[in-house]
């Protein structure tokens, strides 16, 4: 098997390696032994005794769950990781529960969150699931590639450091039975749709969607009278009460002052920066700045759109859309436009913007790996920005995510995949904040061919690699 420094993002080489009885060739039935470094640095070795479940083949998983067509939205596992630090070379994570997670499931582990040091934010790594000894701790198959910080997050106005694990069950044939949906991001752990599959996927018509499911929209003082205040987007440094200027990658909000008209909040970022808001007062609020590169050797949420502030009480009717900018009636247009990869649906009409968290949400991440991928459908953008009528608060848009895919070469078909940017566009005459486009990454194993055109918009960025 390769190593996992090979599976992962930002990191360096491994520091274990995993080997596998040959009995019954490869994928068969066996016990893993895992060499790994004692602190003098000897090897030393641990066998895992054969429970039934299948060798892992890399990379894939060893497609122990079998063959399914699945009947959920949420396909998914998530936790969060507890220790402040755990270093590269960790053969076992602590996290708050274990509860759902199987040995032999396939890991995606990813710095969500990086308050104190953001440029680690982003960092992920595909691992695998050795044993399971308690109900807080994993063991994993290959020693981790980066370090990993967590422990601090993001419930209310304060910084956050967060690495969460998204365990798949080790599929043989997966089939998507329905749209199949990342939960959402809630500060802690979400966002992310992680499917591995060892012979293959099929879409079927159906989505594969991390929509919305990213960084939350801004915040707003949830005041019911004349003065509402927008708060700033959250984004890969956690979410902050400011006004006006963004947050890292968060778009920034508006400070809604008294008689000054009503204003927008400015819009996410990713890939590229999102665009301002309006503000009465001046300054616009600003857009969330641009992360990470084309390689995505780190993989980001996109950047929540900022809240508008209000002068009046106004209620809550329009969105813009997000392919034309134009203002569209919620209540009778939302579910027919965006049904198929969300099952979010707004609470239209007569209450305060402020009081609502789910407006403006950036794109989670979406992540297949399979040797054989048809018909895939997959999408990652954010939440259109909405608002009130009049001088109604308004968001901006929220920031498309991430795509990352590993099949190999002439393995994939792609029916419909998009990172496209949110369009700016205007509620009732105030600017609503573009929501930035996000990254798309292909690992194709033995060359770089797959059918099908994925959709980045103007300023989103799709790297191949030959693997």
Do not use: C
Not at 369 to 395: C, N, Q, Y
Not at 417 to 423: G, K, L, Y
């Amino acid at each position: 098997m390769s190593n996992a420094g090979k599976f992962g993002g930002g990191g360096g080489s491994a520091a274990s390696s995993a080997s596998f009885s040959s009995k019954g060739g490869h994928g068969q039935r066996g016990a893993v032994r895992i060499i790994y470094p004692t602190p003098q640095g000897q090897s030393n070795t641990t066998t895992i005794i054969d429970r039934g479940l299948p060798l892992i083949p890399s990379p894939y998983g060893g497609g122990g769950a079998g063959d399914v067509t699945s009947s959920s939205a949420e396909l998914n596992t998530y936790a969060y990781v507890t220790d402040t630090t755990t270093s590269s070379g960790a053969t076992s994570l602590t996290v708050n529960s274990t509860t759902g997670m199987s040995a032999g499931d396939v890991v995606f582990i990813h710095q969500t969150q990086n308050a104190v040091s953001s440029s680690d934010a982003g960092l992920f790594e595909v691992n695998y699931i050795a044993s399971i000894p308690n109900s807080t701790t994993i063991n994993l198959v290959n020693a981790t590639t980066n370090t990993y910080r967590s422990g601090s997050y993001n419930t209310t106005n304060q910084t956050s450091t967060v690495t969460q694990v998204v365990a798949s069950p080790a599929y043989n044939n997966l089939t998507l039975g329905q749209l199949a949906l990342a939960k959402q991001w809630d500060g802690q752990s979400g966002g992310i749709l992680f499917l591995a599959a060892k012979t293959s996927f099929d879409g079927n018509g159906y989505y594969a969607s991390a929509w919305g499911r990213g960084f939350r929209g801004g915040r707003g003082n949830g005041v019911t009278g004349t003065q509402s205040v927008g708060y700033a987007a959250e984004s890969i440094r956690g979410h902050l009460n400011s006004t006006n200027v963004a947050n890292d990658n968060g778009g920034g909000g508006a400070d809604g002052t008294v008689n000054a008209g009503g204003d927008s909040g400015a819009g996410g970022g990713h890939a590229e920066a999102g665009g301002p808001g309006t503000d009465g007062a001046s300054p616009a609020p600003s857009g969330g700045g641009t992360i990470g590169s084309t390689a995505m050797t780190q993989i980001y949420f996109g950047g929540g759109g900022g809240r508008g502030g209000d002068n009046d009480d106004r209620t809550f009717n329009n969105y813009t859309h997000p392919d034309t900018g134009t203002e569209t009636a919620g209540s009778t247009t939302w579910s027919t436009n965006f049904s198929a990869y969300t099952s979010f649906n707004p609470s239209w009409g007569s209450q305060r913007h402020s009081s609502n968290p789910d407006v403006s949400h950036g794109g989670g991440i979406v992540v297949i790996w399979s040797p054989s991928i048809s018909a895939l459908r997959a999408t990652a953008r954010g939440v259109p920005g909405m608002g009130g009528s009049g001088s109604g608060e308004k968001s901006g848009h929220g920031a498309s995510g991430s795509i990352y895919i590993r099949t190999a070469n002439n393995g994939m078909t792609v029916t419909d995949m998009t990172v496209r940017e949110q369009t700016q566009g205007t509620i009732d005459g105030d600017t609503i904040g573009k929501g930035g486009a996000g990254r798309i990454r292909f690992d194709i194993e033995g060359g770089t061919s797959y059918s099908g055109t994925p959709t980045t918009g103007t300023n989103g960025t799709l790297q191949v690699n030959s693997v």
